[in-house]
């Protein structure tokens, strides 16, 4: 393995079986769904964890160097197109009835309540942040962008929705590229047969379908316009607007991507794009302004306080030090997407450790004290260092 640093970045590690993705993304994405494994798989008490585990990973190595085995046979299939078309409509289909499936009292955790009160709240007149979602008194996280993300599936009848409809956005991009048969099925099976991705599912939770919509448009922004990045300053600033008021994580992926470019641009095309940055983020954001009781209430009751929150100040500080450092290093899509993953993976290990220290593993592993869905940003990222391999060339 070896990095070299100079006005590029070159990345090279070694592989694992023969197989695409490289052992460094295969251990992450083992690394992600373990802590579902530990955390739910302790909660049944037929298989100890520790051979559930076991088990896990050898089906899922075992099945990746069986799909690496027919590689060739993969790519030459004359059918592939619609056995590959079938499959992930039957999943589609199968996710869909899995969420109507679940019964939302069941669940301890409380994504699709706060998506749900920020929706109605809002749909409403009402302010949404001063409302308990439990009797721990936690309210709503939800950034403004994510009722617009939200609505269509609110308006269906379950916000749980979002999250098989997510799956199949991302299925059509992978379906329409032109990857291998084999990339095609390796990622769509990497996801399907994610724990994380199907807690995710079962859950309703919107977190994973946030990373994979932003990873979706950072792909597309970066195919179309990657030879002038501000060829369209006011465009993207309407984007990085909308997805910045979805979690405040994605200033490091967008931070990676853009900082040292916009230094690069002419004045005119710098004004344009932080004037319209800051007119879409009040725009975004009017249907919640617009029901602010007061400023006391605003100060005391709002997202921020709840998403600053989920990391100590000087780990944000560091995280986004390195996006600045990584904005000058990296060069070609892949490399940024393998740079995004490894700050998502450090930075949540990084304060799941620091939550261990202060208050032990019990709590954090099996209680309420640290949310581990986070490591399920993990599986996206994964799956899009797949995608941007230099020698899958893509067309979005």
Known sequence: MYIHFQNTITISMPKFLGLQPNITLVIL?????????????????????????????????VALRVVKYFESKINKSRYFNTLFLSFGLLIFFALVILVLNVDESSLKVLRWKG???????????????????????????????????????????????????????????????????YIKVLMISLLVFSPAFLWEVAAKSDLMSNMVLVSLFILWWKSKWKNDMFKKPVLLSFFIAFFLLTRLFVVIPFVILFFSSFFKIEMKKKLWFIVGLLFFLGLISLPVLITIPDLD????????????????????????????????????????????????????????????????????????????????????????????????????
Request: proline share 4%; hydrophobic share 50%.
């Open 29 to 61: 994405y083992f690394f992600a769904n373990i802590f579902y494994l530990i955390k739910y798989g302790a909660r049944q008490e037929y298989i100890p964890v520790y051979i559930l585990i076991a088990l896990y990973l050898v089906i899922g190595l």
């Open 115 to 181: 998506m749900y009160t920020t929706i109605s709240h809002v749909l409403e007149g009402n302010y949404p942040y001063t409302t308990f979602l439990d009797a721990k008194g936690d309210t709503t996280s939800n950034l403004p962008a994510l009722f617009y993300i939200g609505l269509p599936f609110y308006l269906l009848g379950d916000v749980g929705l979002l999250q098989p409809f997510v799956f199949l956005l991302l299925f059509v991009v992978v379906y329409k590229s032109n990857l291998t048969n």
């Open 297 to 396: 209430t605003a100060i005391k009751f709002n997202p921020l306080n709840n998403q600053t929150g989920e990391a100590p100040w000087y780990l944000s500080i560091l995280f986004l030090s390195l996006s600045v450092i990584f904005s000058y290093v990296h060069s070609s899509l892949n490399q940024f997407f393998k740079l995004f993953l490894l700050l998502t993976f450090f930075l949540v290990l990084s304060r799941f450790f620091i939550n261990v220290i202060e208050e032990g593993w019990q709590q954090n592993m099996f209680g309420s004290l640290f949310d581990i869905s986070y490591f399920g940003l993990i599986i996206p990222l994964v799956l899009f260092s797949i995608f941007t391999e230099e020698k899958n060339t893509m067309h979005a």
